[in-house]
């Protein structure tokens, strides 16, 4: 394991707002459970709105870079969801342009839950993450991320891996920063997915949130982060009990509000640590 230092992303806590600048009602984090914004049936809708959609591009820019994308995969154009991710976790665009040198290194490693198309995992190595692991419980997700890897020929700091969570991983693997932009949507926990794209979208039962924040923790370095992108689409009210349950504690370490169709949105970067 190297002995770089393990790259944190900025760490001043904000509080949590409840309007947006101009004054328009979000719905925050603390809010009710009914309120509309978290309704798994909506984010099911929108998830087979985006399956249907015959006229999604198969390429897509974040950052000023270009990325495949393969049906069946998360849009990262369609929501302002990963670009607030990198935000959060100091990503910027890369400096030079595509085929340049890579950034100089000291940012340590990632392993990235979740990766969808590959776009922050990517981006993460072109801004001098050593290795990057990006791990998705949809084969299709791996594939595309496996595309994305060879476009920008970041195959020496970057793997591609069909993992639920953690399970697929070598035993010994330890990573600086752990992180997951979840499924934030709660569903009921008798929820069946009819297709590994909404696995992006709900998670019946919150049970893949509480086995991650059982399990994160083993998986980094010392002195390493776990860091879990959230929103009020999510219960985090009931994302604490987990927590707590499982002898963790949440902390918010960024917010923001985010315009998403016709709703204000709040995300926010918890911080995983210890209880106590």
């Known amino acids: 394991m190297a002995d770089t230092p393990p790259f944190r992303p900025t760490v001043t806590e904000v509080p949590v ?20 914004v978290r ?33 069946e995969v998360f849009a990262p154009d369609l929501t302002p969801s990963t670009q607030t991710a990198l935000d959060f976790l100091g990503i910027p665009a890369p400096s030079g342009p ?8 000291g940012r ?5 839950i979740g990766s969808g198309a590959g776009a922050i995992s990517v981006l993460a190595a072109l801004n001098g993450h050593e290795r990057v692991v990006a791990a998705d419980i949809n084969p299709q997700a791996v594939r595309n991320t496996a595309l994305n890897i060879a476009r920008h020929a970041v195959g020496d700091r970057v793997r591609a891996v069909h ?48 086995r991650f924040l059982e399990q994160a923790g083993q998986w980094t370095t010392p002195g390493g982060a776990v860091l879990l992108h959230f929103s009020s689409r999510g219960d985090l009210p009931l994302l604490r009990s987990l927590a707590a349950a499982c002898g963790r504690a949440l902390t918010v370490r960024r917010s923001r509000e985010v315009r998403e169709g016709a709703e204000t949105v709040e995300h926010c ?4 640590t210890a209880a106590g």
């Open 269 to 272: 970067l918890l911080e995983v």
């Open 108 to 112: 340590g490693s990632l392993l990235e």
């Open 163 to 210: 993992s639920d969570l953690f399970a697929a991983l070598p035993p010994g693997e330890r990573f600086d920063t752990v992180f997951w932009s979840s499924n934030y949507v709660l569903a009921p926990g008798s929820y069946v997915y009819r297709n590994d794209c909404e696995r992006a979208f709900v998670d019946p039962g919150y049970a893949a949130h509480r």
């Open 98 to 105: 595509a085929g340049a040198d890579p950034a100089p290194a």
């Open 39 to 71: 309704s798994h049936v909506r984010s099911l809708a929108r998830c087979a709105a985006a399956r249907a959609r015959g006229d999604l591009p198969r390429v897509f820019t974040l950052h000023g870079r270009a990325f495949d994308l393969l049906e």
């Open 17 to 36: 707002s409840e309007t947006t600048t101009a004054g328009e009602p979000s719905t925050p984090l603390t809010g009710p459970a009914t309120a509309p």
